[in-house]
C-alpha cells in the first residue's frame, strides 16, 4: 500500500438524517478544497487551524449538492496520523454519491476496507491490539462488550502485553549471562529472584488467558439451552 495516494470513503452506514466523508492522504486538503466553497468568500482550508469546523457548499458545476460541515485535522494530530478532512453533509444517498464522486474526479482514490484504521497503525497511532479493539467497538451489543473493547482501545491491554514481554527480556538476559559466564564459578543471577521473575510471568500470562475468555464471553454471549416438555412455556 502507498501512502502517496489520498483515500476517501463513506464513515456512517447507509441512509440517515446525517452521513459523513472522510478523506485522509496528504493530498487531503487540497482534494476538498477542490469541491468545496466556504461560506466566507476567499477562505482557504489550507490556510485554517487544525481541529476546526467550517460551513460552506459543494457545487457539481453550477448545481448546488448540499451545505456541509467540513473539519479539519492536520498530520500527525489525526485518526490516521495523516491530513484528514470528515464532510458532514445531508444522509441522502444521492447526496453521499455526489461528493463521493467529486473526490474521486479531483484525485482521491476509494479506501479498501479497514484501510483507515489500516493507516493509523502503520503511522504508529495505534497497535494492532488497539486496532482490532476498534471493529469490536462498533460491534459491541452490550454493556460489557463496550467497556471491555473501549479498555482495550486505550491501551489498557496494550500495557499488560508491554509488561509481559519486559519481565521475559529481563529473564532471558539473566539466563543468557549465566550460559555465557557458565564456567566461571560466580553467580549472576540469583536463583530466587529467577523463581520469582519466571512465577511473575506465568501468573501475568494466566490473567491474560482468562481475560481472553472473558472476552470472548463478553463479545459472543454464552450459548443456551432452553429444553422442555411441549408447551410448557419455553419461547415465552
Known sequence: MSFDSTICALATPGHGAIAVIRV??????????????????????????????????????DELIDEVLVSLFTA?????????????????????????ELLLSQGAEPARPGEFTQRAFLNGKMDLSQAEAVADLIAAESEGAHRVALQQLRGGFSERLKSLRDQ???FIS??????DFSEEDVEFADR??????INQISTLVDELISSFQLGNVLKNGVPVAIIGRPNVGKST
Do not use: W
Not at 500527525?76 to 444522509?91: A, L, Q, R
Open 174 to 179: 539473566m539466563i543468557e549471562l549465566e550460559l
Open 24 to 61: 485522509s492522504g496528504p493530498n487531503a486538503i487540497g482534494i476538498t478544497q477542490g469541491i468545496f466553497q466556504a461560506a466566507t468568500p476567499g477562505r482557504q482550508l489550507a490556510d485554517q487551524a487544525p481541529n476546526t469546523i467550517h460551513f460552506g457548499t459543494i457545487h457539481k458545476g
Open 76 to 100: 500527525p494530530h489525526s485518526y490516521t496520523g495523516e491530513d484528514s478532512i470528515e464532510i458532514s453533509c445531508h444522509g441522502s444517498p444521492y447526496i453521499q454519491q455526489q461528493i463521493l
Open 168 to 170: 521475559l527480556l529481563h
Open 192 to 197: 530466587g529472584k529467577l523463581v520469582s521473575l
